[in-house]
Every structure is written in C-alpha cells, then in structure tokens.
C-alpha cells in the first residue's frame, strides 16, 4: 500500500503496536523456521533465512527467539508449512493481495474467504490482480539518514533500480533476486535499514475517501490478524487529511 508511514503512525495512535509486535515476531518466526527448513540453517548460505533474521532483527525481535526459530526448523517434529498467496478486491473495488504460510489450506482459505465476504471484499482467483503490481525488492530507512542525493547515490552504488524519498522516510527499490546484495551495499554505507523485504508494488494507486479508507482498514487490520496471513498488499493510497482523520 502507498504510504507506508501514514498506515504505520495510524496504527501507533489507535494503540495498536504492542498486539502487532507480538503478532508480527510470530510472523517472522514462521518465515525464519521455514527458510531455514528449506534452505540451509547457515544464513550465510541461505539468502532467505539471511532476509528473514534481518527483518525480524530491524524490528527488535530478540537474538535467542531468532535463534530458537532456526533450531526448530532443524527437528524432526516443524511443522510443514504452504506458501500461499490470495488475491482478491475490497472496498470500492481495490485490489488486495494476501500472502500467507499455513499448515492447514482449508483453514486458511476458509478465514481469509470469510473476511473478504464479511467485510465487504470478495476473494477472486491467483492472478486476478497480482498483474496490476511488481514483485520488487524494498528496503526503508528514515529520513533522518541523509537528504534524497545522499540516498540516491548511496541507492545506485548498491545497485538498485530506483529511490523514493519522502518527509518520513526513504524507499529503495530493487530486483527481487538483487534484494540481499543490495541491502548489504545499504547497511554498510548507512547503517541497519528500518525494513528489508520482497513486496508487491502497486503499478498504480486509487486515492481514497475517509469512509472507504476505514472499511479498508478494517479489512486488512483484520486479515493481519490471522495468524496464518504473513502479509497484505493494496493499490490504494490515502491523504494527509484521510490519514489525521483515520488515527483519531
């Protein structure tokens, strides 16, 4: 979704940061036990278990959780999980893309069919509207790194494809498979980044009223909750003021 940071300080304001910790911690697990389990344990050797324990270390996740995910990819009782992916329209027709790691299809598919439905959505089939976003590389840093040339330059001499600086924040976009090699360029010019993951990138976004905007909310708010669902992606976008409104 456009506007990465006014989503983020809205969620702050309503209270909502200290559930989504520990939610996303028990994302990150899930994603760091599955890349481990299908790759190597040795992060040095597995790019997605490198990208995982990164992410979850930008976000404060403690050192012995971390650890602790990655020995248990390595037992015999981890569990099996399926990467799936959903893709479907909410509100005022914006498109919704549902990333998910689930030990249980028919569970899954059920609660994410019945968000959709319940909260004005409907879910479609795999690739009715992934073609309308980039499967990208991101990585973020604050503002407070250094002005946009600053992080231009820093961007190309890592190898990225392109920068967007903002007021809050910086975005660096890059190829996919480029995403480790760049994030590494970044850190060692300007330090831990904020985020580094794969997203899909909207090609196009659909600025929203105030009532669209909180249906929307609420649906994603409430697929973020599932436990299955490891992230959730929308073309849509929001003003300063939508944004002031939303977070009272």
Known sequence: MAGHSKWANIQHRKGRQDKLRAKQFSKYSKEITVAAKMGDPDPDKNPRLRLAMKEARSNSMPKDVIERAIKKSQGGDAENYDEIRYEGYGPSGIAIIVEALTDNRNRTASNVRSTFTKLGGNLGETGSVSFMFDRLGQVLYLAEVGDADTMLMAAIEAGAADVESGDE?????????????????????????????????????????????EKLMRLIETLEDDDDVQSVTANFEISDEVAAALAE
């Open 169 to 213: 924040d910086h975005i660096v976009w890059c190829d996919p498979n480029d995403l480790s090699s760049v994030s590494n360029a970044l850190e060692a010019a300007l330090g831990e980044s904020e985020s580094t993951k794969l997203v899909w990138k909207p090609q196009n976004t659909t600025e929203v009223d105030l009532e669209t905007a």
